[in-house]
């Protein structure tokens, strides 16, 4: 198990355990978080999972490649520690990742 | 707060529609009861992948639930699985169970989807002759793939056209037959249709249009299929994926208004003010008199969460505008508004080149655009639809034109809170 947690945009921290080899979306919808929408249910086809993670991850979780990186072109307040939480894959080195969840998604 | 009178809700049928329908109630501060009867054995789950990843073996299926078995219970959600409903019943307000059990409500919510259709032919319930909508038809259609053998696919929809690029990526020989002269007819233009038919001849399909099919050969299992120019193709599977009828029969049954279709107003309501029907089973009566019948993620959350939104007595949830996706091979094909009638359209981008847009317009304004592996695209123009912002095909007849640049600066979001 690898521990994540999500911090909504008011600051309020949740800490969830999450099963490795699912994405950092599903670990959000299996818990109730809020933050994450996720639309489309994990295709990087509706860009509702925005997350910000944080700068001691941003190496471990690396870029978005081409299609993720476009549709989170119009994301609202969009940073380099943008990414689809759908497409960060939970394993052991991320045990303590924070990601904080946007006040807007879609 | 939630209508007073509002102290139960029964939701009938436990995908993406109905489930909506319980996540954005208890979200909305409903406290009352929630009974969700689904007339499958699994836990409510997400069809998309199964025509997809789940199809070629690389999800599990708890990966497909929307939610782990502990949320109902912690959420008090009496979730009810293999129970079919067979009967409504009014002036009781219980609807019954076909092995005769009874659920009552104040409302009622009818989320039973679609069926797919058929093709009525002799032979079309041999072994190896599927349809595709839930996980045990994945399963059983996953299965053959798995063994060698030669898929043919009747319908060059979404559906057959996603099965066969699975089976393609699986090493499977696949042959698709599609009765009109092009495929994905009924929901795109040609330039997209033409993209897609090249796309799945590059990956060896044998696509077959204006073909038919007229039997199904074999005894117990099928072996192949003959078709209307008299011609056999061998087969160990056939998929079947020439559309879908609404599940309408104990809305009609118990007197509610349908015409392909549950009849809801606005608000989801059926012609009883206390029945409501979302997602693939519910065709929208709009004020103009047109109708419209989605089949799709976004129609189903979006008459869940409209219909949520009405029983906890809050506002109307804005028009979002339709959107789709379909993934085949390497290819992302995301769609927004509705392209039906178009009278113009634009391309932007080059077909050859696997990146591209199409933009289509009525009446000189934008209402719909398809995205090949083009996010941005897409993107852009979900948000002027959203926005309701007029696009005319003039203004954007610049391809250099990029049209993020027609959003205004700040534009509001989907609240997730």
Not at chain 1, 63 to 90: F, G, K, W
Not at chain 2, 231 to 256: F, K, R, Y
Not at chain 2, 342 to 356: I, W
Request: some cysteine.
């Amino acid at each position: 198990m690898t521990k994540i947690v999500f911090i909504d945009y008011t600051g309020h921290e949740t800490e969830v355990e999450a099963t490795d080899g699912d994405s950092v979306m599903e670990t959000a919808l299996n818990n109730n978080i809020d933050g994450v929408v996720a639309e489309c249910g994990g295709a990087c086809a509706c860009a509702t999972c925005h997350v910000f993670v944080d700068d001691a991850f941003h190496t471990l979780t690396g870029e978005p490649d081409d299609m993720e990186d476009s549709m989170l072109d119009l994301a609202t307040d969009r940073t380099e520690r943008s990414r689809l939480s759908c497409q960060i894959q939970v394993r052991p080195e991320l045990d303590g990742l924070r990601v904080t969840t946007p006040k807007f998604q879609g | 707060m939630p209508g007073a009178e509002t102290k139960s809700v029964t939701i009938v049928g436990a995908g993406q529609a109905g489930l909506q329908v319980v996540l954005s109630l208890r979200r909305r501060g409903f406290s009352g009861r929630i009974t969700l009867l689904g007339d499958e054995n699994h836990l409510p789950y997400q069809r998309p992948p199964l025509s997809k990843a789940f199809l070629k073996g690389e999800l599990e299926e708890r990966r497909l639930y929307f939610k782990p078995a502990t949320f109902y219970p912690d959420q008090g959600i009496d979730l009810h699985r293999s129970a079919s409903v067979t009967r409504i019943d009014r002036s009781k307000r219980v609807v019954v169970t076909g092995n005769g059990r009874e659920f009552g409500y104040d409302r009622l919510v009818l989320a039973t989807g679609a069926t797919p259709l058929r093709i009525p032919l002799p032979g079309s319930n041999r072994d190896g002759v599927c349809v595709l909508r839930g996980i045990d038809d994945a399963m059983a259609l996953r299965e053959f793939l798995l063994r060698d053998g030669r898929l043919v696919v009747v319908g060059g929809g979404y559906i057959g056209l996603e099965v066969a690029s699975a089976a393609r990526q699986l090493g499977r020989d696949v042959s698709v037959i599609e009765r009109l002269p092009r495929v994905m007819s009924r929901v795109t233009s040609p330039v997209v249709s033409d993209f897609y038919l090249d796309l799945h001849r590059r990956h060896g399909v044998d696509i077959r249009l204006g073909e038919t099919i007229t039997g199904i050969l074999g005894d117990d299992r099928v072996i192949g299929v003959r078709l209307g120019s008299g011609a056999e193709l061998a087969a160990t599977t056939v998929l079947v994926g020439v559309g879908v009828q609404p599940n309408q029969q104990i809305a009609a049954e118990a007197g509610l208004r349908c015409d392909n279709g549950i009849l809801v107003d606005d608000g989801l309501r059926t012609s009883d003010p206390s029945i409501y029907a979302a997602g693939d089973c519910a065709r929208r009566v709009f004020p103009d008199g047109h109708t419209l019948r989605l089949e799709s993620v976004h129609g189903a959350r979006d008459h869940g969460e409209r219909i949520a939104a009405n029983l906890a007595g809050d506002a109307v949830v804005p028009d979002d505008p339709p959107w789709f996706w379909s993934d085949q091979y390497d290819v992302k094909l995301q769609t927004a508004g509705l392209s039906t009638g178009f009278a113009e359209l634009q391309v932007r981008g080059d077909p050859g080149t696997g990146h591209f847009s199409v933009l289509y317009f009525l009446n000189q304004e934008l209402t719909a655009v398809d995205a090949v592996n083009d996010p941005s695209t897409f993107m852009a123009v979900k948000q002027l639809l959203k926005k309701q912002i007029r696009v005319t095909a003039n203004e954007v007849r610049d391809p250099k034109l990029e049209l993020k640049a027609l959003l205004p600066a700040t534009t509001q979001r989907k609240a997730t809170q």
